[in-house]
């Protein structure tokens, strides 16, 4: 079955605390995104991947950090992360641009 | 600012009902995608309209594009209480055309 997967589904962390939120794809696409989800805010693109290693800053790149060392896995990292990034994070991808995405079931991340 | 903004913010229908939802944008588009999101969970591609194609039709989805006025329309003809969702439109900019940028979503809620 043609899936996008995320891992976990919901984390409660702390303020400063590292973690990576998983995305991996099962239909050998090249592009990969990573939105965050806010109420009022709709969906804002944070990072994408055209392929492997080859990344680049949506409109709200600030406080992650991502990585795309094989084509099917591209995870996000947040460093240090602020209560502001509580959120529900989706990851998608699509055969080549950002065209007919296929959407992770979503992250719902809090940050206390 | 968003570049994709949706009128109405929500919407009530009875079922069998059509339901109409507007999409606005501000700079010129490669494309033009329709999304749907049942809450909560990951979004769903419904249609692709790009920006020389002026009407496409899925089923019972219907998308106009006017590039001359920068809006796009959804109509869902004969709803049904499965087409209770949120629905986003998503633009594929020319400039800077790797990235996905979403509207804040219209609220439809098909009544029994």
């Known amino acids: 079955e043609a899936q996008v997967t995320q891992n976990p589904r919901y984390l409660i962390t702390v303020t400063g605390k590292k973690l990576t939120v998983t995305c991996s794809q099962n239909?050998?696409?090249?592009?990969m995104s990573w939105y965050r989800q806010d109420p009022g805010l709709g969906l804002r693109q944070i990072y994408y991947s055209m392929n492997v290693e080859v990344t680049d800053k949506g409109d709200v790149p600030e406080g992650y950090k991502v990585s795309r060392k094989e084509k099917r896995n591209f995870p996000l990292i947040l460093e240090s992360p602020s209560p502001n990034q509580t959120s529900l994070y989706f990851c998608?991808?699509?055969?080549?641009?950002?065209?007919?995405?296929?959407f992770g079931p979503g992250t719902r991340l809090t940050v206390t | 600012s968003q570049q994709g903004e949706e009128d109405p913010q929500a919407l009530s229908i009875q079922e069998g009902e059509n339901a109409t939802m507007n999409c606005s944008y501000k700079t010129s588009i490669n494309n033009l995608q329709w999304y749907r999101q049942n809450s909560g969970r990951g979004l769903v591609h419904l249609i692709l309209i790009r920006s020389n194609e002026r009407e496409k039709h899925s089923g019972r989805l219907r998308v106009t594009l006017d590039t001359s006025k920068k809006s796009s329309s959804l109509l869902i003809t004969a709803s049904r209480a499965a087409d209770t969702a949120s629905y986003f439109c998503a633009t594929a900019l020319i400039q800077g055309a790797q990235k996905l940028v979403f509207g804040q979503g219209t609220r439809l809620t098909i009544n029994p």
């Open positions: 239909m050998n696409h090249e592009y």
């Open positions: 998608a991808s699509s055969q080549r641009g950002p065209y007919e995405q296929y």
